[in-house]
């Protein structure tokens, strides 16, 4: 017999209302959230995608909780292709990386921050959605500022090719970029 929160996610659809459910659900209990986690870092469980959707916002909600997971998380991004889960978890990431960036936020290896790094840049030089590209974006921004290289990457990943980009992925970009030329004056 599936568990409460399995059922949950079987039910449930892109829906804000049934993402927040389940991802309040989920936050009850230790239990519940290992159980989310595990399906949604199992890229081939059909609910997979499901359990990204209310993992991001769980991500969103309290990030602290993902923390103990964060080295299964970083091993898990590379793998992921479909672009429904990519999204979320690009999203998680650009979390991950904007606390990392706070004084009292969560702190990040150096491995795991070179893990993002590899795995986010890739998702930028793909052919993904805008969605996942420009979380990576913001992500990267972030992280840039602790590793000014980092700068130096992006700038011609994001001008390549701009003109055949749809106009969300051109905000994104020029607002970057405008971001990373007011820091390096």
Not at 52 to 58: E, I, K, N, P, R
Not at 88 to 103: E, G, V, Y
């Amino acid at each position: 017999m599936n568990s409460i929160l399995y059922q949950k996610l079987e039910g449930s659809t892109a829906h804000v209302k049934n993402r927040v459910m389940v991802s309040n659900f989920a936050m009850k209990s230790e239990e519940n959230l290992r159980e989310l986690i595990s399906i949604a870092f199992d890229i081939s469980h059909e609910l997979h995608v499901k359990a990204f959707w209310s993992l991001d916002l769980v991500g969103e909600k309290k990030l602290r909780l993902l923390v103990p997971f964060i080295d299964e998380f970083c091993e898990v991004l590379p793998k992921i292709k479909n672009d429904s889960s990519l999204r979320p978890a690009t999203r998680i990431a650009m979390f991950l990386t904007k606390s990392n960036h706070r004084k009292n936020g969560i702190n990040l290896t150096k491995e795991q921050e070179h893990i993002l790094i590899e795995a986010l840049i890739d998702r930028l030089i793909q052919d993904e959605k805008v969605a996942s590209k420009a979380y990576a974006m913001k992500a990267l921004f972030v992280l840039g500022k602790k590793y000014d290289w980092i700068y130096e990457e992006l700038k011609p990943i994001l001008s390549q090719d701009y003109a055949n980009h749809s106009a969300g992925y051109k905000a994104a970009a020029r607002n970057i970029l405008k971001k990373i030329n007011k820091t390096e004056k």
